[in-house]
């Protein structure tokens, strides 16, 4: 009877100090995953940021006055475009 | 002697052992009973004061979606930003402290001193809707009684190219114009919340329940092409500008899915910076606001008459001497010309041989053609504040009435249901719906012309912008285009003002397989010149010409320059 009860004992110990290890384990990824979420938000925030920067750069008039400007580009002369229709698309 | 007492103990009376028996079941009653209390009668209010030692609920933020245009590229995105707020009583800070937070928060430190001084006022907003850079450097000065909460902050890329159509959203994040209020329920997102346990320094260190997942407003995808919005705006914009106009609109279709590709107000506004806002800026001319078309109603007048079978395009209509005079009041022609064609009468632009020939109908047949083509109901795009324009019953119609109508007076509808009409004569008789949502896919119309009707009227809109038509301006290099002209006398308080006119066009192109239609409208223009062929159609032709270039159609004429008319060989309509 005491045999039993001390292996009990044993086993008991064994739970409850197993129990507390798990419970430390999951704060510690718990913080972790909240360490990623806030990360991953930070991106999203980065994202968006640098969204609204392409955009800005991208602007049409922008890009107009710098390919006309600066790179002293222009649209070709219509009389040496040649439309090609795109195989698979309707026939025009 | 009993034996205890031999053995020299002392027997004690017998009630002293009851009473320590009474007392202490007493005592553990009493225990019992509290136990009961609280376990059982009081446990859910303790239990709650207990989790409210360390459980919280945080609210998630949502994202409000994003706007793009038909290509993916950004018109409307939320970023985050920061809310600083204040309790006034609380703030400790010494003078160099305020001196440097007036400066990060770019305020004038009397302006600031005058917040915090609010006596009545505990909550304080001192500054809203700064960058974070910014908030994490306040963050830094680590004053008390100053805090920061988020909040999401709508730019706008296009600015005041795309204002009108995108609109914007008040400081709540909420829309308040345009597509932003249009699609608010799509866009807006819905905030959660979820419960958690906090340790003592606030660290968050159990999820226990979501109590509602946050829900991110979903990204809206538009029908339109920022490249062509861009060039219609810089077109529209040197237009008004060049001719001292009060303001001007232009909007364009795709023939075959319905969807609008550009839509562009001037004068327009910057959404990013929005002080200083005047009516003017905000008006969305193309959609919201009407006006008389003048003769670019004509075409729906003359299908009108093709349609009763009474007239071919080759008729001949007199118009002699230019002059018409009904019930008292005389219809006139710019150029008085002798017999027309039904044809000639829409490439001049005789307004006596359109009113010639709406007489010949019956009101009701008339009436019909206009409200099959969508003229007197609102457009059904699903944009706040769409104009329905003004389109009387036929029964209340005198024949002055019906005359006038014939080239546009006396009627009032807004552009982009002019645009969508024209569309009848793009798509061989079918009426498309609109989209202001990219589709991408072809739309089937609703039949309002036949066949043969529409591509009559489309041979004589080409017509109409030959040299010796109305509109030879808005001819481009390397591909057909038909449409009219419009030049209407500007209604002010119910009578028409002279010198004041709203010059037009509307037309399509490629002629022989319509793709685009655009529309052109320039309000007052002062600066000498005010025929829709020498004000609108250059507008026309430059945005069509870019547009066409831009979605790859195919040529259908040979590529020879385009020889523009000279000033007084063009000719002239005065409606």
Redesign the interface.
Known sequence: MAKLNLLLLAVLVACALGLVTSQHKARKLFSDLEREQVRSRDLDVEYGRLQLEASTWGLHARVEKVASGTLGMRSPDPRRVRVVPRPGAPAQ | MTAAAAQGLVRLPVWRARVVLVAFGAAFLVLAARSLYLQALRTEFLQEKGEARYSRVLEVPA?RGRILDRNG??LA????VKSVWAIAGDVEADAAQRRRLAQLLALEPRELERRLADPGRDFVYLKRQIP?ETAGQVQALRLRGVYQHPEYRR?Y???E?TAHLVGFTGVDDAGQEGIELAFQATLGGKPGSRRVIKDRLG?????VESIRAAQDGRDLVLSVD??IQ??AY?ALKSAVEQHRARAGAIVALDVRSGEVLALSNVPSYNPNSRARLTGAQLRNRVITDTFEPGSTLKPFTIAAALESGRVTPATLVPTAPGQLTIAGYTIHDAHPQGALSVAQVLQKSSNVGAAKLALALAPKTMWDLFKRVGFGAPPQLGFPGEAQGRLRAWRSWRPVEQATMAYGNGLSLSLIQLARAYTVFARDGELVPLSLVKTGAAASGEKVLSTETARAVRAMLELAVQPGGTGPRARI??WRVAGKTGTARKLVDGSYAPGKYIASFVGFAPAS?PRLVVAVMIDEPSAGQYYGGSVAAPVFAQVTQGAL?LL????DAP?EPVELPGEGEQAREST
Do not use: F
């Open positions: 994202t590229e950004a995105v939320s970023t985050p974070p730019y890329p296009g600015g190219v660290g968050v260190v159990e999820d920022g490249k861009s060039l810089g290099m390397g397989d270039r790859g159609v195919a040529h590529l």
